[in-house]
């Protein structure tokens, strides 16, 4: 079962996104995934490739694409 993250606070618990997340590999430093978002009302898809210098949760990279 997953849990529903808030992309950011104070946002409506029915905008609470499913996310999911996949390791890509590349070569160079740094971290890569591939976060996929369902939307719970409709089930759309979102896809992000996500990079950071550092090891970061999910919860995290779900911050920063509800930021954008």
């Known amino acids: 079962m997953c849990e529903p993250l ?3 606070r104070g946002r409506p618990a ?3 996104e499913h996310p999911a997340w996949v390791a890509a590999t590349a070569d160079g430093p740094g971290h890569r995934w591939l976060l996929i ?3 719970p009302g409709h089930g759309e ?3 992000y490739r996500c990079y950071s210098p550092d090891l970061v949760p999910l919860r995290e990279l779900v911050r920063v ?3 954008r």
Do not use: D, E, I
């Open 6 to 8: 808030r992309a950011r």
């Open 65 to 67: 694409v509800g930021s």
């Open 14 to 16: 029915l905008r609470a």
């Open 45 to 47: 898809l979102a896809y």
């Open 37 to 39: 978002r369902r939307h």
